[in-house]
């Protein structure tokens, strides 16, 4: 989800006028199964776990993790907007993005998505679901505008699992202290953080990760763990954060 600078929207949250710009919005959802594979999540974890997805944007993980029982928040900037501004938005940009993965089809791995039209249908329909979770998803407390690295409003470990997907370490050009103050947010309301992927957006690994690691390290068990899923190349591992008191 990359956003972008300037102004044609405007909320007021916590005290502050937040500027966001609809037309800089690319919407790109990703499915359940997509997260259990990228984050080792289980249907047990699912179940159980109260989980916050932090930048979650029109993924359907909510919407199906919800139908099978989980207690899922998810948190983003684009929740300002409404659900037919977001479809408009979609129909918008997605001949540009497949145009775009067209171009950079050798940075990905084709082998459990086969090829450009399988993919584009994969996104379209966890974007749908995602679309007609919205409404009643927003009604229900699941989705909320929140834009990191702001603090949230929840209480110090309201959650047992956050998550971030294709956000954090991805966009180094965020820097460091944006990185570590998301971070630190993530844990003050989390028991156990997961991020994923490790690689920048041209799917190379870098300093930033390992900068975030030695930050935390001493507060808390960091891991990188391998996980079940690569379509970037390279991007086949996922960083796990968790307080002292947490079992694996």
Known sequence: MQIGGGADKRRRTGGKAMAFLLKNVVPWGRRLSEYQDMFGLTEAEIASKRIVSFGDGPASFNAEGTKMGGNILSLDPIYQFSRQELA?????????VMEQMRRNQNHYRWDKIKNLEELEQIRLSAIRMFLADFEPGLKAGRYRYHELPERT????DSFD????????????????DFHIRSVEEMLRICREVRIFPLVNLDAEKTELTQQVIRYFQNQYEVQIKPVGYEFQKGADQMLVIRKHDVKE
Not at 88 to 96: F, P, Q, S
Not at 153 to 156: I, T
Not at 164 to 173: A, I, K, V
């Open 153 to 156: 409003e929840f209480a110090e």
């Open 161 to 176: 699992l956050g998550l971030s997907s294709h956000f954090l370490l991805l966009y180094t050009s965020l820097g460091f």
């Open 88 to 96: 408009d938005r979609l129909e918008e940009t997605r001949g540009i």
